[in-house]
């Protein structure tokens, strides 16, 4: 019996396929150790790392709202908390209020975070450019007609 998940692609993967989901997989896993070390041996976390690119990569300004950083995150907005309080204990973001809704509380950087995230991002940047074609996508035909047969 086929699950609905089986019957989705509009042809069966060959072995080129699974190969290349592989190669892909292999490359986002270590682009990710990668990362987690290379955040560790500075004495940081991978979640700091993340919560600081994803301040200084909102789009359009440099701070963002906890609702907006759990969204990016993909965390519950009670552990960007506890991860916004931690990151401050370490001078790495700060907290101020929003000038046109006072119930908004806006995390930006601070100096000190913005240079830790300079020199990580840098190492992160370089390492993106050695793996290269491991984080190349596969390239998929393109679907037929979902296996209905014919020719529009």
Do not use: C
């Not at 370490?90 to 006072?102: F, G, N």
């Not at 930006?108 to 913005?114: C, D, E, N, V």
């Not at 300079?118 to 596969?138: F, I, M, N, V, Y």
Request: glycine letters at 8%; hydrophobic letters at 35%; zero cysteines.
């Amino acid at each position: 019996m086929t699950t609905k998940d089986e019957r989705v692609g509009s042809k069966r993967l060959t072995k080129q396929d699974f190969e290349e989901l592989a190669r892909f997989r292999f490359g986002i896993r270590r682009y990710l150790r990668f990362s987690e070390e290379t955040v560790r041996r500075h004495g940081l976390t991978p979640q700091h790392y993340q919560l600081m690119l994803a301040l200084k990569g909102f789009p359009g300004r440099e701070w963002a709202t906890m609702r907006e950083l759990a969204e990016r995150l993909q965390l519950r907005h009670h552990s960007v908390v506890e991860l916004v309080n931690r990151a401050q204990k370490q001078d790495l973001v700060e907290r101020a209020p929003d000038p046109t809704d006072a119930r908004a509380v806006r995390v930006q950087l601070t100096s000190g975070g913005q240079r830790a995230l300079a020199q990580l991002s840098a190492l992160h940047r370089d390492e993106l450019r050695r793996l290269g074609a491991a984080l190349t996508l596969p390239i998929w035909d393109e679907p037929s007609d979902n296996g209905q047969g014919g020719e529009g």
